[in-house]
């Protein structure tokens, strides 16, 4: 038996295992962003796209400007990396069957990753034809990377402008046990 044969094998593999696609494991949720005692995961994908947010007249205070959330553009992944849906605005997740839900935001809490969007948990409802994502009562977004606002670039003279800011995240899809 030739052991370093064996050994160059398991680090062949090994090292393909690393390599593969899919979400993280979702290591130290807060407690607010947690399934309810009735849900479960259900999916798990990956996303990748971007936030979008757009120059704007601050609501409340005269003569200043600040990038606004617009919405999100995202394809979904499965674990095995293939494209099974998207995710923007509403928030709407839209499976490649054409079902799809909507979401409201109902916790938060900042991402442990500096310079990331907030974990979410939102509640869902259905919001187009049976089929595979039609089922989910809550989405938690987790493990976000980039996706924040720009910090610099927005005045009078750039009003109305936007900015597509790159992100990933992991999407966590429950539904009642």
């Not at 928030?91 to 409201?104: M, N, R």
């Not at 990331?116 to 987790?142: C, E, H, N, Y």
């Amino acid at each position: 038996m030739n052991c370093k044969l064996i050994l160059s094998s398991f680090a062949l593999v090994l090292g393909a295992c690393t390599n593969m696609q899919g979400p993280a494991p979702a290591a130290n949720v807060p407690d607010q962003l947690k399934p309810s005692a009735n849900e479960s995961v259900a999916l798990i994908t990956s996303a990748k796209g971007v936030q979008i947010y757009e120059c704007r007249a601050a609501k409340d205070r005269a003569g200043v400007y600040e990038w606004a959330f617009v919405s999100p553009e995202a394809d979904l992944f499965d674990a095995s990396g293939k494209k099974i849906g998207k995710h923007y605005a509403g928030p709407h997740w839209e499976s490649a069957d054409g079902s799809k839900i909507v979401g409201t935001v109902k916790e938060r809490a900042d991402a442990p990753r500096a310079d990331s969007i907030p974990w979410l948990l939102l509640t869902a409802k259905s919001d187009g034809p049976t089929g595979s994502f039609s089922r989910f009562t809550a989405v938690q977004r987790l493990n976000t990377v980039g996706g924040v606002a720009p910090t610099a670039g927005c005045s009078q003279s750039a009003l109305g402008a936007t900015a597509r800011v790159p992100y990933t995240a992991d999407y966590y899809f429950l539904a009642a046990r």
